[in-house]
């Protein structure tokens, strides 16, 4: 990158001055989509269904068709449900002697209340999160241009 003397801006070599990009804040982006509301407005419905996304934000027209939550959402679920069961499980060992029916008895339905609970608002703030960082799409990037083949230009 070289600096542009003219605006005090950056510009990268054969474009034009980047434009100020909008403010978006981490933490907020990612409180707003554990609370299932667009992570630019936070007015809007981020799902339309239990965990699939809405298309686009009906309040500020915010595009997720193309957000990439993915396996992250599942991973952080079992992390958090694996911390509270286990910690839970080995402190009620150590208070109540129980058998091993009983322990899943009790554990067993804690943690599939808890993963289910848990699913949408992680995804969300993994959306939040997708969002903040410009992500998948999120950003304000120009699309695309179709590249020549990189032998495109040799022939037999």
């Known amino acids: 990158m070289q600096a542009n003397e003219t605006t005090g801006g950056t510009m990268h070599f054969g474009g034009a001055p980047d434009a100020p990009s909008q403010e978006r804040p981490v933490g907020r982006s990612i409180k707003r989509g554990l609370l299932s509301r667009c992570p630019a407005c936070g007015t809007g419905r981020l799902f339309r269904a239990y965990v ?33 069961v286990v910690g839970g499980y080995m402190g009620t060992d150590l208070i109540w002697p129980l058998t091993t029916w009983q322990h899943l008895a009790i554990w067993v339905p804690i943690t599939l209340i808890l993963s289910l609970l848990l699913l949408q608002p992680v995804k969300g703030g993994a959306i939040g999160l997708q969002w903040a960082l410009k992500m998948h799409g999120f950003g304000a990037a120009p699309e695309e241009t179709e590249e020549p083949a990189a032998y495109g230009d040799r022939q037999a």
């Not at 939550?69 to 958090?80: G, H, N, Q």
């Open 52 to 84: 699939k996304p809405v298309d686009h934000c009906a309040a500020c027209g915010e595009d997720y068709t193309h957000q990439r939550a993915d396996d992250l959402p599942p991973y952080l679920v079992i992390t958090i449900v694996g911390h509270i």
